[in-house]
């Protein structure tokens, strides 16, 4: 944390009183002889613009290895929305489609199977 509040140009005076920590303890939580609750994490993280993983470990999370390939395959749909101007594509609001049958999202995902079938063949 100290270098993320070097890098930010605050003294520990500072981030403790926008925080609403003392002093003392900010000082200790960057020495690590603290450990911060969770809630606290979450506001440095939110501070100093990092994940509370950076905070945690070091480093973010990036090894896409280690992610399933529906993960994989949904964040390079979520890409291709957003290359194409949109940023909250309905197909990607889940809260959107919990009320929905299990017969209304097979109709959907049939949908969408045949408009890019069409697609495709459209294409060739």
């Not at 270098?3 to 500072?14: A, F, H, I, P, V």
């Not at 197909?91 to 109709?107: G, K, M, P, Q, W």
């Amino acid at each position: 944390m100290e270098n993320l509040r070097e890098r930010s140009d605050y003294k520990q005076k500072e981030i403790s009183a926008l925080l609403g920590f003392t002093t003392n303890v900010y000082g200790m939580y960057e020495r690590e002889e603290r450990t911060p609750s969770l809630d606290t994490l979450v506001k440095l993280a939110d501070f100093f613009h990092v994940s509370v993983d950076y905070l945690l470990r070091g480093k973010e999370y990036h090894s896409s290895e280690e992610l399933p390939t529906d993960i994989l395959d949904l964040k390079r749909l979520l890409k291709l929305y957003r290359k194409n101007g949109i940023e909250n594509p309905s197909i990607l609001r889940v809260e959107d489609f919990t009320s929905l049958s299990a017969s209304d999202l097979a109709y959907l995902d049939k949908m969408v199977k045949l408009y890019l079938d069409k697609d495709k063949e459209a294409r060739k």
